[in-house]
């Protein structure tokens, strides 16, 4: 079992998608929930996601990005089908204790979003990508296809909901995080040890003492966009920190909200 990341003797130079097997290493999974903090990021959310999912009349939905499994579970909770997705073993077996403990029996499935069709073989209302996981993909061409895979999962009205950290401010104007709205544990620090224009490495340290590190693309909002547009989808909104108003240096996250049919009522 690994329980040691590694980075080797540059790790400003792990841009690959495929290294994240190496970051989410057991004893980096085990605190995870700590950073999280199930019950604030709950509170801090309410029920937007669930929102989002109802008015649009959705039943199946599709966790891409399941992790130690807080939003399959909320979802669960709220009567929706989910089957839930991971690159990483260590996450999945995570998320299934989780959702066990909750009362649930959650459907898992081990999967690369650059080659989801030949693991999950379902069609689906909803696709998430959710918690900054988009940000792991460190070449375009890993992103685009990432995001041909979520299209083709979809059923024809189908919705993507993909978040990502504010990093336009975080490049444009230095790191600040208000921490009440995603990472909410009081007692871990998770800031950017280094940021460029093509790699963002965080720092997580908790109250142990013990520190891990993340090795991420800093993806700009509107190159997001256009992306998600490029592969298909109709129309994309963005809300900042939940909000359907806001400015664009204030918010600490961003969720992207992309309709694959148009809807000529939806804002763009």
């Known amino acids: 079992m690994q329980t040691k990341q590694q980075f080797g003797c540059n790790p400003l130079k792990i841009r690959d998608t495929d290294h994240?097997?190496?970051?989410?290493?057991h004893s980096f999974v085990e605190k995870w929930d700590k950073l999280i903090d199930w019950q604030k990021r709950a509170e801090s959310e309410g029920k937007f996601f669930i929102k989002v999912l109802k008015e649009r009349g959705v039943c199946r939905v599709l966790d891409v990005a399941t992790g130690t499994g807080f939003h399959s579970v909320q979802l669960l909770k709220a009567g929706f089908r989910v089957i839930?997705?991971?690159?990483?073993?260590?996450?999945?077996?995570?998320?299934?204790?989780?959702?066990?403990?909750?009362?649930?029996?959650m459907r898992t499935v081990q999967a690369d979003w650059r080659w989801l069709n030949q693991d999950v073989h379902n069609r689906f209302d909803a696709?998430?990508?959710?918690?900054?996981?988009?940000?792991?993909?460190?070449?375009?061409?890993?992103?685009?296809?990432?995001?041909?895979?979520?299209?083709?999962?979809?059923?024809p009205d189908g919705i993507l909901i993909l978040d990502q950290r504010n990093y336009d401010s975080i490049l444009n104007n230095g790191f600040s995080s208000k921490h009440i709205y995603y990472y909410c544990?009081?007692?871990?620090?998770?800031?950017?040890?280094?940021i460029d224009e093509g790699l963002a490495?965080?720092?997580?340290?908790?109250?142990d003492h013990s520190v891990f590190h993340l090795n991420m693309f800093p993806l700009r909002s509107e190159y997001?966009?256009?992306?998600?547009k490029e592969v298909?989808?109709?129309?994309?909104?963005?809300?900042?920190?939940?909000?359907?108003?806001?400015?664009?240096?204030?918010?600490d996250f961003l969720v992207h909200i992309a309709e694959k049919s148009y809807d000529s009522t939806d804002g763009e």
């Not at 544990?185 to 280094?194: H, I, L, Q, W």
């Not at 997001?224 to 998600?228: E, F, P, Q």
């Open 20 to 25: 994240y097997k190496e970051e989410y290493v």
């Open 84 to 105: 839930s997705a991971d690159g990483s073993p260590t996450m999945l077996a995570k998320a299934f204790e989780n959702a066990k403990r909750h009362g649930f029996i």
């Open 127 to 155: 696709v998430i990508c959710l918690g900054n996981s988009f940000t792991h993909l460190f070449s375009e061409h890993d992103r685009r296809r990432a995001l041909a895979e979520f299209y083709s999962m979809l059923e």
């Open 185 to 194: 544990g009081k007692d871990v620090k998770a800031e950017p040890e280094y």
């Open 201 to 207: 490495r965080f720092r997580y340290e908790f109250q």
């Open 224 to 228: 997001t966009r256009r992306l998600i």
């Open 232 to 251: 298909g989808f109709q129309s994309v909104q963005t809300y900042g920190d939940f909000q359907e108003t806001f400015h664009e240096d204030d918010p």
